[in-house]
């Protein structure tokens, strides 16, 4: 749908320079740089061009191109050139449906008539920065969905209409409870009183349900000095997502993205016995971390949030005890506020990472070992 999503583009807005188009988890979009305005209301348009198309059965043809003759295919097609030229292998595959040719891995269907013209929506425009950078372009993004059946479609649509009436950032500003200004900034939210009484409530229910848990509380500034982050790890590993540092006195400090290097600190802060162990430092830290603009979203996306951050020294012989335990209370404390219902996934070593294999390979164990006591179905999210 993707593909004949911008071969309808193509067809009605010629001199279109084209982005990246996949399937997403709720269908599918694709970028454009449009040589005109489009709007929501051009949509419909959009829409009975792509229902002509299905109309005409076209195929999905697969075939594999050398860099050279692609660099050839697409020399009008900037976003594209970009692809061609970073990829690694020596031959590329596309496809072509009717006029439209495009980089892709697929697979596709074989042809369009396995797609119902009736159980497709156009759902929405966006603004998209080309590879999510800011400074790059900032491109057209339409958004679709799809299903096999009309039917289908009419009840997704039913579920999507009934979620907005419930949509946090509506019902967030109507009883007041929380702030979104752009003037303040974009994805920094300020409490509201009435919100701040829905907040108190459970940052006292957390201190309690903790404390009783043996954590014990501590609290830590908002920045740190840039060299704690480097010796932590986090500006190697995690620096995309840090704002950039501040200098102060001759000194180079950062905006805390998380809480860990200072609980870290405490923790060394004197000789500590292994008889003291497990020792459990818990806090509601707030942090800030660099989301691209176009990511933000309500309270689900922000830039500065606090977090019921906690941090457990124990021996390695305890790991799995701790572990368990973690898991079982903190199912409890998301049932106490109403999820019953959980996707869980053990996430792998990612391409970034410290530590060593051997040493990953015991951590993800002793959580499968967790998730299994817990007996709890688990899918597994490799490089997560």
Not at 145 to 150: L, Q, V
Not at 213 to 221: D, F, G, L, T, V
Not at 295 to 323: M, S, Y
Not at 355 to 370: C, Q, R, S, V
Request: aromatic share 12%; hydrophobic share 35%; with cysteine.
């Amino acid at each position: 749908m993707a593909h004949i999503l911008a071969y309808a583009v193509q067809e009605l807005y010629p001199g279109t320079k084209f982005g990246i188009g996949p399937a997403v988890e709720n269908g599918f979009y694709y970028d454009f740089e449009l040589p005109c305005q489009v709007s929501p209301e051009d949509l419909p348009k959009i829409e009975k061009k792509i229902k002509e198309l299905l109309k005409e059965n076209l195929s999905f043809k697969k075939r594999k191109a050398k860099k050279a003759s692609l660099l050839v295919l697409f020399k009008k097609q900037p976003y594209k050139l970009e692809l061609a030229k970073e990829a690694k292998e020596k031959e590329i595959s596309l496809y072509k449906s009717g006029k439209f040719v495009d980089l892709c891995k697929g697979p596709h269907v074989k042809s369009a008539k396995e797609i119902n013209p009736d159980a497709f929506k156009l759902t929405k425009i966006a603004g998209a920065y080309w590879r999510g950078d800011e400074k790059r372009p900032m491109l057209t993004r339409i958004y679709g969905i799809a299903f096999r059946t009309k039917k289908e479609l009419k009840k997704f649509l039913e579920i999507q209409e009934e979620a907005e009436k419930r949509d946090h950032r509506v019902l967030g500003q109507k009883l007041e409870l929380f702030l979104l200004d752009e003037k303040i900034g974009a994805g920094l939210p300020v409490w509201q009183p009435k919100g701040m009484v829905l907040r108190k409530i459970i940052e006292d229910y957390l201190y309690k349900e903790l404390t009783s848990k043996e954590y014990q509380w501590i609290a830590s500034p908002h920045i740190g000095k840039l060299s704690l982050w480097k010796t932590s790890g986090h500006w190697d590993l995690y620096r995309e997502n840090m704002y950039s540092p501040i200098k102060i006195e001759e000194e180079q400090y950062i905006l805390k993205p998380m809480n860990c290097p200072f609980q870290v600190k405490v923790f060394q802060s004197k000789i500590r016995s292994y008889r003291d162990l497990p020792i459990k430092y818990a806090e509601l830290g707030t942090v800030y971390r660099y989301e691209r603009s176009g990511v933000l979203h309500g309270l689900t996306r922000v830039r500065g949030f606090t977090q019921d951050d906690a941090h457990i020294w124990c021996t390695p012989e305890q790991t799995a005890k701790e572990v368990t335990l973690l898991l079982k209370e903190g199912l409890k404390i998301l049932k106490r506020f109403g999820f019953k219902n959980f996707n869980v996934y053990v996430s792998t070593k990612p391409e970034k990472y410290a530590g060593t294999d051997k040493e990953w390979k015991k951590a993800t164990n002793i959580l499968i070992y967790a998730l299994k006591k817990a007996r709890l179905k688990y899918e597994t999210d490799p490089g997560g």
